[in-house]
């Protein structure tokens, strides 16, 4: 298992990253994405287009996720904290008791994403979806049919919004998009 790092206070420097998430999220900003919970952290680390950044977890969950956490790159710092600390430090009680700080590294324009694909591939175009919840649930019927990539136009929110990449169930992570 890799190291994991104690934190026993909330103001700790190097958890700045996951302070207040509900009070903002990190999409736009340095391209960077909060996973919430098990499963999608599994997607995230099953992803060739993301890479965890660092993660945070509850102390109580460590050992049950011991086969998980063993899959995170070596350079990745894993932080836990007490329940409590972790609520402090995301702004909300925090039921999954994992988060985790993502980066997309594939990040193709329409026409390259398109040119990947194969001579006969399903695509998904959105428009104007707004909801983030709908976002999530669009990816994951995607993902569940076997869509090959995702398009969006300017008027979609960001399925990598924290909400969207829950309720995909990780699929956001998974389902090619531009």
């Known amino acids: 298992m890799p190291t994991l790092i104690p934190v026993a206070d909330p103001a700790d420097p190097r ?5 207040d998430i509900r009070e903002r999220d990190l999409v ?14 599994e997607k995230l ?6 890479r965890p950044l660092s993660l ?12 998980l956490l063993a899959q995170v790159p070596e350079d990745v710092p894993i932080f836990t904290a007490k329940r409590a600390v972790v609520d402090a430090i995301a702004g909300f009680p925090l039921h999954r008791g994992i988060l985790a700080i993502g980066r997309r590294i594939d990040t193709p324009d329409a026409d390259a994403l398109l040119a990947r ?24 019927n995607a993902a569940a049919f076997g869509t090959d990539a995702v398009l ?10 924290r909400k969207a ?14």
């Not at 990449?165 to 531009?178: D, E, K, Y």
Request: proline residues 6%; negative net charge.
């Open 117 to 140: 694909l194969p001579e006969r591939a399903t695509v998904l175009m959105l428009s104007a979806i707004a909801n983030h919840d709908n976002m999530g649930g669009l990816f994951r």
């Open 165 to 178: 990449i829950r309720v995909s169930v990780g699929a956001a992570l998974l389902v090619p998009f531009a």
């Open 45 to 50: 680390l099953l992803s060739p287009a993301y």
């Open 152 to 161: 969006l136009d300017s008027d979609c929110c960001a399925p990598l919004y």
């Open 15 to 19: 958890i700045e990253a996951y302070r």
């Open 56 to 67: 945070l977890i509850a102390a109580h969950r460590a050992e049950a996720l011991a086969p």
């Open 28 to 41: 736009g900003r340095q391209g960077l994405f909060v996973a919430e919970g098990q499963v999608v952290l």
